[in-house]
């Protein structure tokens, strides 16, 4: 008759407070490299791009279709789907060479609105 066997994993993760509320943090050699670049802002890029391609491919017609699919407000969507009409000199900065923008996210949708040669001055004032 053989002895029950119990097998003990260990998982060095830690637990922080965000926003008031608990959050379970693994250890940095198990996070993705983002290069320095705040994930945040490279997860709203992806999903302005994404929702534009949704748009332009008919797969959703309106804003307020994304924003029901989603379960977030049109607001958010217009806010966040100017991310999509950055300039491609800012994109290429941030998306492949990795490197953290000067300015919040919220400025980025409102920099989107200036015209292209003068969207990277603004994110990257030190160039």
């Known amino acids: ?3 029950p066997t119990t097998m003990r994993v260990f998982i060095p993760l830690t637990i922080r407070k965000r926003n008031g509320r608990p959050k379970i943090v693994p250890p940095a050699e198990m996070v993705p490299d983002t290069g320095g670049v705040d994930p945040h802002v490279l997860k709203a890029i992806a999903k302005a ?3 534009r391609r949704k748009l332009e491919s008919g797969t959703l017609a309106t804003i307020q279709d994304i924003a029901e ?3 977030v407000t049109p607001a ?3 806010r966040t789907m100017k991310l999509a009409y950055l300039a491609p000199a800012v ?3 941030i998306l492949i060479a990795r490197i953290s923008p000067a300015v919040s996210l919220k400025d980025m949708s409102t920099i989107a609105d200036l015209p292209w040669v003068a969207q990277k001055g603004v994110v990257f004032p030190a160039e």
């Open 1 to 3: 008759m053989s002895a």
């Open 76 to 78: 958010f969507i217009r």
């Open 91 to 93: 994109l290429e900065q």
């Open 49 to 51: 791009w994404s929702w």
């Open 69 to 71: 699919a989603e379960g």
